[in-house]
């Protein structure tokens, strides 16, 4: 869609859009295949979840106040506000990186950084896992973040 005069947002995503790109995170070795196996068979421990920040709780706030108002005072899906939950703390995590992780009501837990540690778990993984695993690349900062922050 295109505007005949530029909104605020468009102005927001082209800032964002040219704006300077984070490094990634560096893996320093946490994320080893035995413990992406153990996790596997176990489930996830609270040492192996990842930290819930304060800007992570802020910015899910503002999504959710955001959506709330956009709803008529109803509050987003729980489903929807989790899905921005795994979201934000990956990006406040592992900006820029390639990941495979597991996640549920008490957080994530980040398996593998990086593609060839991705190949090598695949290559090792059992079928029929539980729980499923999901793949990602993670945005250093998704674009929506950057219009719902110049709110």
Do not use: C
Not at 117 to 125: D, P, T
């Amino acid at each position: 869609m295109t505007h005949s005069v530029p909104t605020e947002a468009d102005a927001v995503l082209a800032g964002f859009a040219t704006g300077p790109v984070p490094p990634p995170a560096a893996d320093d070795g946490k994320y080893t295949l035995e413990r992406a196996l153990r996790i596997l068979r176990d489930g996830a421990g609270p040492d192996d979840r990842l930290p819930i920040t304060a800007e992570v709780r802020r910015i899910v706030a503002i999504h959710e106040q955001y959506f709330t108002e956009r709803l008529g005072g109803t509050p987003p899906a729980a489903s929807y506000m989790h899905n921005i939950w795994v979201e934000q703390t990956l990006a406040a995590h592992l900006p820029g990186q390639h990941v495979v992780y597991v996640h549920d009501d008490q957080g994530v837990a980040v398996l593998t950084v990086g593609l060839d540690a991705m190949s090598e778990l695949f290559r090792v993984m059992p079928v029929g896992r539980k729980p499923p695993v999901s793949v990602t690349y993670v945005e250093p900062a998704p674009a929506a973040d950057a219009f719902l922050m110049a709110r």
